[in-house]
């Protein structure tokens, strides 16, 4: 099976499995290499179009000895049929979409990743569509999976508000939203973390190490992460009797360079933070950087917990203490829904919620004695 980065390039459709020759003609016209067609086939054979149109798709009202003869003559050339035509018929092409926000984001990546694994297990070819964070790119690229009529698709932290999300989902057979909830009574499925649990946990780590001065720097707004983890954050605070401060809270974009520059400004504005608790990975990173910067050692005059302990969390220096998701497992499991939701979509979707772990590292140590 394959795996296509999504572009936007004008799909070539076909009107019936007849016209894959004028397909072929098109493509041969742009550029691409020509491919044996249905007319070479026929003309090889001596059949019409139409009768090697029935054959390819196993239909009545051929003969034993034509349909033999033709079968040798598509052996004989390596013609193979468009799974795009074939679909038009069968009403299936065996391709599927996965739309994520940040394909460079480790998390996204090892999210994709695992779900392409399983779909190839399961003989279906992938698309794959980076949105970078913009609402306008994603619709582009939905909408272009849909000229492509996929199967269904797999769409990762969707960034379109509520009305837009669900105007785009019911476009599709089957769809699987990952980190996303939408009210919606179509055929679509959710797996989330628990994320306000993490963020809960997160913060009631640093809480237990002795800090109170506790900083966040989180996602995008519109994010369903967000909005759980800062819930999380919150509640932690609330339970230990820890005024909430809105200075303490600053917004970014999930990514390093975003990260570094939050946090700089954040610690330069609030100099009585003792600790931060980070979106994800990448801005912990980040926040690693801006506290070198600033001249401030890791953990000991300021602790950073991240969040999905990506590779990346392991190997940089100090190792960061953060929440434990198994991405691979994600993709895994939002394809095996979204499989099975094609195949019989007349039960109510599930809904998976999928637990964080935290994991202990040099940025966060336990029991740190804070000043």
């Excluded at 001065?213 to 339970?239: C, D, M, V």
């Excluded at 910067?293 to 999905?308: E, T």
Aim: glycine share 6%.
């Amino acid at each position: 099976m394959t795996t296509i980065v999504l572009d936007f390039a004008p799909g070539l459709l076909y009107n019936d499995s007849v016209n894959d020759n004028a397909n072929d003609n098109a493509i041969s016209e742009v550029g691409m290499a020509k491919r044996v067609t249905m007319t070479d086939v026929a003309q090889e054979a001596g059949v019409s179009l139409m009768t090697v149109s029935r054959v390819v798709n196993n239909k009545d009202g051929v003969s034993d000895r034509t349909r033999q003869r033709v079968l040798e003559v598509v052996d004989a050339l390596g013609y193979r049929p468009s799974s795009i035509a074939r679909g038009l018929v069968t009403k299936h092409t065996n391709t599927l979409g996965i739309v994520v926000p940040d394909i460079a984001n480790p998390f996204f990546s090892s999210i994709a990743r695992g779900a392409e694994q399983q779909a190839y297990a399961e003989t279906y070819s992938v698309f794959v569509g980076n949105t970078d964070e913009e609402p306008k790119r994603e619709r582009a690229i939905l909408e272009s999976l849909e000229d492509k009529r996929v199967d269904g698709i797999l769409l990762c932290s969707s960034r379109l508000d509520e009305a837009e999300l669900a105007e785009m989902v019911d476009r599709f057979p089957a769809v699987v939203l990952v980190s996303r909830k939408l009210d919606h009574d179509g055929c679509v499925g959710v797996i989330l973390i628990a994320d306000e649990l993490g963020g809960k946990i997160a913060t009631q780590h640093l809480i237990q190490s002795g800090h109170r001065n506790i900083g966040l720097i989180t996602g995008p707004q519109i994010s369903h992460s967000t909005r759980g983890r800062f819930k999380g954050y919150q509640t932690a605070l609330e339970q230990a009797d820890i005024p909430y401060n809105p200075d303490w809270v600053r917004y970014c974009s999930p990514v390093i360079t975003q990260g570094r520059d939050t946090a700089y400004q954040l610690l330069e504005d609030n100099p009585e933070l003792t600790a931060l608790f980070c979106h994800n990975d990448l801005v912990a990173v980040g926040a690693l950087q801006a506290c070198t910067r600033l001249g401030l050692d890791v953990p000991d005059d300021i602790a950073l917990v991240g969040f999905d302990d990506i590779d990346m969390a392991a190997i940089v220096s100090p190792a960061l203490t953060t929440l434990r998701v198994d991405r691979a497992e994600i993709g895994r499991s939002a394809m095996r829904m979204l499989l099975a939701q094609i195949q019989d979509c007349s039960e109510t979707p599930r809904e998976i919620v999928l637990e964080p772990e935290l994991v202990v590292r040099e940025s966060a140590p336990a029991l740190l004695q804070v000043a």
